[in-house]
C-alpha cells in the first residue's frame, strides 16, 4: 500500500510502487505473460465510520496535483468487518485551548494536551464504553485497549506517562529511544573509545558499564592520582599498579587490533559476544528487546558499510545522526496499560481505541535548508555567499530541490497522518493543540485541512444555547462558538472528577449542530459516519 510509506528517510520512494501500479494490469483482464496486479482493498480492520471518514478527508489531501498517490477508486478504504450495532461516533476531534500565561512552554502545552486525553479516557472508561468481543456482542473498554500514538516519542512520552499516573492510568511507553536504551548507548561510546580512547565522556561510560564494572569511586580514585593527564592516560599510568585498570587497557588494545583485521558488521558481532555485553543484556528485563536491538546495530554497520564507509569513528557519527523513526523500535508492550507509542512503531498494529496526539507541531524543513542539497532526480545544488551583494544567493537547481524535498516532506507526513488514522479499530480520536510557544513566542495555529473543511453533515455536537444552522464547516462553527454567536458560551461547562462533561442548567440533552464540552476550554466534535 504506497499510502503507507512513510520510510523516505531510508530511501524510500512511492514511485517505485505507483510507476509499476499504474503500468500492471488487472489480473483479470490481463493475458499470460503481462504483468499482473490484484487490489487488495477491503478493509477488516475498522468500523465503517473510521473508514468514511478516512476516505473523505484523503480524498481532499491525497490528489495527482500534488501526491504521488490519487486517493480514489481501489485506493479508497472499503469497510468489511463485521461489529455489534453502536450508537454515537466513530470518530472525535479534540481541540485542546487553553488560556496559559506567559511563563508557559512547549511541555507545558504537551502536558495540557495529555490532560485533556487523560480526562477522555477516565470517561470513556467511567462510563463503560463497549468494544467488540465477537461479531454478535460487545465488552466493557479496558485501558489496554487504548493507544495514544505520536509523531515522537522522545520528546513527549515522559510528559504523558507523568500526566496519565497521576490521572491514576496504568501506561506503558512503547518503542524506548533506540540510541539511548543502555544497551545501545555503552556500544556506541565502546565503539567510540576503540577508534579514540581519548573521548573522556565515553570512555568513562564504557569503564563504569556491566562490561567493565568500576565504580565512581574506583574513576574517581585513578583520576585524582593523575590530574593533569587525559583520562586515558590516567587509566594506562594506574594499569602500572592497578590489576583491574590493566585489565581493561588491555581489552581495549586487543579490540582495537581486531577492528583493523575484520569488517565492521563482523567486528561488532565479536565486540558484543567477547565484551559478555549481549549476555548480559539479555539477563535484564527485556532482554528480548535488547538482544534484538544489538543484532540490529549490526544491520545498520553493514548498511553503512555499502553505503558510506568502514570506519569506527563515521559509523558512531552516522548512527547519531539517523532520525528516531530510522530504528522502528517495535517494542509495544503487552497487559493492561495505555500505550504511548509512535506512528512508526505503530505500523502493522491496531487497537480498539486510538487517540492521534501532539500533531500541532511543525515539520522538520532540514532536507529543504542546508546549503548543498541533493536531489536523485536533479543532483547537486548550491547556495553559496556573494561577496559583492552581501548576500546569500541559491542557484536553481538549489530552489528546485529544495522546493522538491519540501513537497516530498510534507506527502510524506500525510502518508504518516494515513498510518496513524487507520490504526484505529473502533474509535478514533485526534488531538490538537491550538497553541504553542516557539522561540519564546506564542502561536496560535488554524486546524488544519484534517479538521477545518469538515462538512456540518458529517457532525454531530451536543447542544448548548442555540443552533449551528448557518455553520457550513467545522472552521465556521468554532468561530462562532468562540465569539459567542447564536446564543452559544464557549468556556461554560464544568467537570466532574471523572472528567465528565455538566452542561449549563436548562441545556436540552441534544439540539442541532452545536458543540460538545469535556472541559472548560477544550473542544470535542463527533464525526458522524453519513
Not at 509523531?151 to 539511548?180: C, D, H, M, T
Not at 553559496?384 to 541559491?394: A, T
Not at 529544495?402 to 498510518?419: D, G, I
Amino acid at each position: 500500500d504506497v499510502k503507507q510509506s512513510i520510510y523516505r528517510f531510508r530511501g524510500s520512494n512511492p514511485k517505485n510502487f505507483t510507476e509499476k501500479k499504474e503500468r500492471y494490469i488487472p489480473f483479470d483482464d490481463a493475458k499470460e505473460g503481462e504483468p499482473q496486479k490484484i487490489v487488495l482493498a477491503d478493509n477488516f480492520r475498522s468500523r465503517k465510520g473510521v473508514c468514511d471518514y478516512v476516505n473523505y478527508f484523503f480524498s481532499l489531501i491525497m490528489n495527482a496535483g500534488d501526491s504521488e498517490t490519487e486517493y480514489k477508486g481501489d485506493e479508497l478504504l472499503n469497510a468489511k468487518a463485521k461489529f455489534p450495532e453502536k450508537d454515537g461516533a466513530d470518530v472525535e476531534i479534540i481541540m485542546a485551548d487553553k488560556a496559559a500565561d506567559d511563563s508557559e512552554d512547549e511541555a507545558k502545552t504537551a502536558e495540557y494536551e495529555a490532560e485533556c486525553i487523560a480526562g477522555k479516557i477516565l470517561s470513556m472508561i467511567n462510563s463503560g464504553y463497549s468494544v467488540r468481543k465477537d461479531k454478535e456482542s460487545t465488552r466493557n473498554a479496558d485501558f489496554g485497549d487504548i493507544a495514544v500514538l505520536l509523531p515522537a516519542i522522545k520528546s513527549k512520552s515522559e510528559i504523558y506517562a507523568k500526566v496519565f499516573k497521576r490521572y491514576g492510568i496504568p501506561v506503558s511507553l512503547g518503542g524506548e529511544n533506540y540510541i539511548e536504551s543502555i544497551e545501545i548507548s555503552v556500544m556506541l561510546s565502546l565503539l567510540q573509545v576503540i577508534d579514540n580512547p581519548f573521548c573522556d565522556i565515553d570512555l568513562i561510560n564504557v569503564m563504569m558499564s556491566d562490561i567493565y564494572g568500576f565504580s565512581a569511586d574506583e574513576i574517581a580514585e585513578i583520576r585524582a592520582e593523575h590530574k593533569k593527564e587525559s583520562m586515558y592516560s590516567s587509566v594506562c599510568k594506574a594499569a602500572e599498579s592497578n590489576e583491574k585498570a590493566k585489565a581493561f587497557i588491555d581489552s581495549i588494545e586487543t579490540l582495537r587490533y581486531d577492528s583493523r583485521m575484520l569488517p565492521l558488521s563482523r567486528f561488532i558481532g565479536k565486540v558484543m559476544l567477547e565484551t559478555g555485553h549481549l549476555d548480559c543484556m539479555s539477563a535484564m528485563e527485556s532482554g528480548t528487546v535488547r538482544r534484538k536491538n544489538l543484532f540490529k546495530l549490526t544491520n545498520f554497520a553493514n548498511e553503512y558499510s555499502e553505503s558510506w564507509g568502514k570506519t569506527l569513528s563515521g559509523f558512531v557519527k552516522y548512527m547519531k545522526g539517523l532520525p528516531e523513526e530510522s530504528f522502528d523500535t517495535k517494542g509495544v508492550p503487552s497487559g493492561n496499560t495505555v500505550k504511548v507509542i509512535t506512528i512508526h512503531n505503530s505500523k502493522g498494529l491496531q487497537f480498539p481505541i486510538c487517540f492521534v496526539a501532539g500533531i500541532s507541531t511543525t515539520f522538520n524543513k532540514k532536507d529543504s535548508i542546508g546549503r548543498v542539497l541533493y536531489g536523485a532526480e536533479y543532483g547537486l545544488g548550491i547556495k553559496y555567499y556573494d561577496y559583492q551583494s552581501d548576500r546569500d544567493i541559491s542557484a536553481v537547481s538549489h530552489k528546485i530541490i529544495a522546493n522538491a524535498e519540501r513537497s516530498a516532506t510534507l506527502q510524506e507526513k500525510v502518508r504518516l497522518m494515513y498510518v496513524a488514522m487507520t490504526r484505529a479499530k473502533e474509535k478514533l480520536h485526534i488531538s490538537y493543540a491550538k497553541r504553542r510557544q516557539m522561540w519564546g513566542e506564542y502561536k496560535y495555529y488554524n486546524p488544519s485541512r484534517f479538521i477545518e473543511e469538515i462538512p456540518r453533515k458529517l457532525l454531530d455536537y451536543s447542544t448548548f444555547n442555540g443552533r449551528s444552522e448557518n455553520s457550513s464547516t467545522f472552521r465556521d462553527a468554532v468561530s462562532k462558538a468562540k465569539t459567542g454567536s447564536s446564543g452559544r458560551s464557549y468556556a461554560t461547562s464544568q467537570v466532574d472528577y471523572n472528567g465528565e462533561a455538566t452542561l449549563p442548567t436548562g441545556t436540552p440533552e441534544r439540539e442541532g449542530y452545536i458543540f460538545r464540552y469535556w472541559s472548560t476550554n477544550l473542544l470535542t466534535l463527533q464525526v458522524v459516519p453519513v
